[in-house]
């Protein structure tokens, strides 16, 4: 069983930047392939970024592309997600989760684990 605990959430203005950080326990994280997703009140959950096991290849939402950047360190089991230029549509509960496998997927059925989320708040 993997555990999954995310953190650096918290209210920002808009332009500015957080990281958050998602470590994992209970597994080999190096096998993993890792997302972020979002929730905003009132819609479903959104796939934000991937990043494979080896962090050598990333895949990103069209909407966040430009502003967005996941990478992780395995000797810290940590999956990171840069946020810049933020904006008041960021504000949402951000999730981290892990896969077992190669495949960089967006599709949130198809996890096997998740964190228990992160809260992002912009202002503007």
């Known amino acids: 069983q993997v555990h999954l605990i995310e953190s650096g959430g918290g209210l920002v203005q808009a332009g500015g930047s957080l990281r958050l950080s998602c470590t994992a326990s209970?597994?080999?994280?190096?096998?993993?392939?890792m997302g972020w997703f979002r929730q905003a009140p009132g819609k479903e959950r959104e796939f934000v970024a991937t990043?494979?096991?080896?962090?050598?290849?990333?895949s990103y939402a069209d909407s966040v592309k430009a502003r967005f950047t996941i990478f992780r360190d395995n000797a810290k089991n940590t999956v990171y997600l840069e946020i810049d230029s933020l904006k008041p549509e960021d504000t949402a509960v951000y999730y981290c989760?892990?896969?077992?496998?190669?495949?960089?997927?967006?599709?949130?059925?198809?996890?096997?684990?998740w964190g228990q989320g992160t809260q992002v708040t912009v202002s503007s």
């Open positions: 989760a892990a896969l077992r496998g190669l495949a960089l997927i967006t599709e949130p059925g198809r996890y096997d684990y």
């Open positions: 209970g597994g080999t994280f190096s096998i993993l392939s």
């Open positions: 990043v494979a096991s080896s962090g050598g290849r990333t």
